[in-house]
């Protein structure tokens, strides 16, 4: 893009195409995309940009202020288990499962092409759809991880039905999907699931009886639950999976109980409440007492949705804070003149650049993982997916906090957007994982995967990449670390369970530095062959912010990169690949 983006010419982050003003997003998709398919895909998501930045982005307001309403009893008591939805709700669900083939498009070739787009696919328009309903992009995001796992584990008749409705672009035919994990006692702890399933005379048909305590979707036709069956083993070895539907086979009520939707902070537009199963009907998936590897299959992808949906929301909280800070006078200037917001305004961009470069990493080996059955992407995917929604999660709340402050007054206010913003933000650190859960799953699989064989020639291979003078020096930086990172590895790995277990977090955290910076470097390598050296600016600033050994924090060494390149960090202008000395990067 050579002319800067003039966010003065918006009013605020809507009424826009979110994916014409989102060239981060737009060039990290073409790089995670195959070849063949981002040519008919990038037309789709530029008119879905459209769609969400002007129609989406109008029903989720008014969604937020007219949520799903649960009615467990009908008048005469009997229970009917009903979840009232906005009409607004039901356009957007319409949008993006039929008019735009949100779930479909992954499994089956949309129409006019030859082969399904992928779940990059998938996961990019979830990004977008993040920018306006961060609550919708749960259940589109389950529907595509249930459906993941029937495609996978499924068969029969009845299983492959609901597929091809978890999967359909018909309008009148698609269902949703939803994955019911949480129980009272147990939380992470899944193994503490005390939801049994006794089996019937029917093949493959189970009554679950149980409680489950934090279900989001409450109300899905596509609902995948664990149980335990008589006489299976205690803890997650004992585990089936279960697809139990809101109504039965035959079509009546099945035999559970929606007591209460939460009362929540945030992502209004997701109905998430209690569930008990009353002898509810269950459809056994795959083999009995495999049901919680069934079910991290799906978690893999609903941890990597999270990312994608923190992406969205960074996205669309820079984007909010660049129109105001082009539009909002003060003392004679807009602010964005001022050199403190130009500051800010660079570490949000370098911050979103960095989450999305870690995200769309991660989404290309968990496609090539399931398209292919590649060993190595499976094992470094495992790496990096748990540390990229720790991650993301943890940034998108920063971001949108900030964001708010930006807007002053009105950025606490709703109506404008960011605080609703951060409500929905708060649950990214805690759907599917909490930091540390996943923070012990960094160690788990480091240990049980041996992700690190793979991880380290992963981060070479970027920086054996990087040949161009101007990101020479930030490349040094990133070996150091990177060499400091393998040792920290090799400490951990002969480390007491307790002082390995206390290190999980701050591993957590350098794994998605160093990796974000290498990655990074590689984008910026690319981008220079193409003549653009905008990317090496956000890669060494990057470097700087997270290695740079810098005295006085920085305030002698006379860096006035933000006030000089702001146009080139904040508004895409063009950069030539020599326009900052190598220096600049780690002083």
Not at 34 to 39: D, I, K, N, R, T
Not at 237 to 252: I, M, N, Q, R, Y
Not at 404 to 429: H, I, K, W
């Amino acid at each position: 893009m050579d002319e800067p983006i003039d966010y003065a010419a918006l009013d605020a982050g809507r009424d826009c195409n979110y994916w014409e003003l989102d060239p981060t997003l737009r060039r990290a998709a073409e790089r995670a995309y195959p070849s063949e398919s981002f040519a008919w895909a990038s037309d789709r998501l530029r008119e879905f940009g459209e769609v969400v930045g002007t129609t989406v982005v109008e029903n989720s307001e008014a969604v937020e202020a007219h949520g799903p309403e649960l009615h467990t009893y009908d008048r005469h008591g009997e229970v009917q288990n009903r979840v009232e939805y906005h009409p607004a709700l039901e356009e957007t669900e319409r949008i993006a499962y039929s008019d735009f083939g949100l779930a479909h498009d992954a499994f089956h070739a949309p129409p006019g092409e030859d082969a399904p787009m992928g779940f990059v696919h998938a996961l990019t328009l979830q990004s977008l759809l993040s920018y306006a309903d961060p609550g919708f992009v749960c259940p589109a995001s389950m529907t595509v991880g249930a459906a993941l796992v029937l495609d996978r584990f499924a068969d029969g008749e009845r299983l492959e039905e609901y597929f091809h409705r978890l999967t359909t672009r018909d309008a009148e035919d698609y269902i949703e999907g939803a994955m019911f994990l949480t129980e009272r006692q147990g939380g992470s702890d899944v193994g503490a699931n005390e939801t049994t399933a006794v089996e019937t005379d029917e093949d493959g048909v189970y009554r679950l009886t149980g409680e489950k305590w934090f279900c989001s979707n409450i109300d899905a036709e596509g609902t995948l639950a664990l149980a335990r069956r008589e006489g299976a083993p205690e803890g997650t070895e004992g585990l089936s999976l279960f697809l139990v539907p809101h109504t039965k086979a035959d079509g009546e009520l099945n035999d559970q109980l929606y007591r209460r939707l939460k009362d929540k902070l945030g992502t209004i537009s997701v109905p998430t409440g209690e569930v008990e199963f009353r002898g509810a009907e269950g459809y056994l998936v795959g083999e009995p007492e495999r049901g919680f590897r069934y079910m991290t299959e799906m978690l893999n992808y609903e941890r990597l949705s999270n990312a994608a949906a923190s992406v969205g929301i960074m996205g669309r909280c820079l984007l909010e804070s660049k129109v105001h800070a082009a539009n909002r006078e003060a003392f004679g200037r807009t602010i964005d003149e001022y050199p403190l917001m130009r500051r800010d305004l660079v570490e949000m961009t370098v911050d979103y650049e960095a989450a999305v470069a870690v995200t769309f990493a991660a989404a290309r080996l968990f496609e090539r993982y399931h398209r292919d059955d590649d060993e190595e992407a499976y094992r470094l995917m495992r790496l990096l997916v748990p540390v990229a929604k720790y991650r993301t999660a943890r940034e998108a709340v920063e971001a949108a906090s900030y964001a708010c402050e930006v807007l002053g007054g009105n950025g606490y206010v709703s109506g404008f957007t960011t605080e609703r913003m951060l409500r929905d933000a708060q649950v990214l650190p805690i759907w599917e994982g909490t930091s540390n859960v996943l923070s012990l799953d960094v160690l788990r699989v480091l240990a049980r995967e041996a992700a690190h064989e793979v991880f380290v020639p992963a981060v070479r291979e970027r920086l054996d990449a990087v040949e161009h003078g101007s990101l020479a020096a930030a490349r040094d930086a990133v070996a150091a670390e990177f060499d400091d990172l393998q040792s920290a590895l090799d400490t951990l790995a002969a480390a007491d369970t307790d002082y390995a277990q206390l290190q999980a977090k701050e591993l957590a955290d350098y794994v998605y530095d160093v990796f974000a910076a290498a990655e990074l470097l590689a984008v910026a390598q690319a981008e220079i062959d193409d003549g653009d050296g905008r990317a090496a600016l956000v890669t060494r600033e990057f470097a700087t912010a997270r290695f740079g050994r810098r005295t006085a924090r920085g305030i002698t060494d006379g860096d006035r990169q933000a006030i000089d390149e702001f146009d080139a960090f904040v508004r895409y202008a063009a950069v030539e690949p020599t326009v900052a000395e190598p220096e600049a990067a780690n002083d």
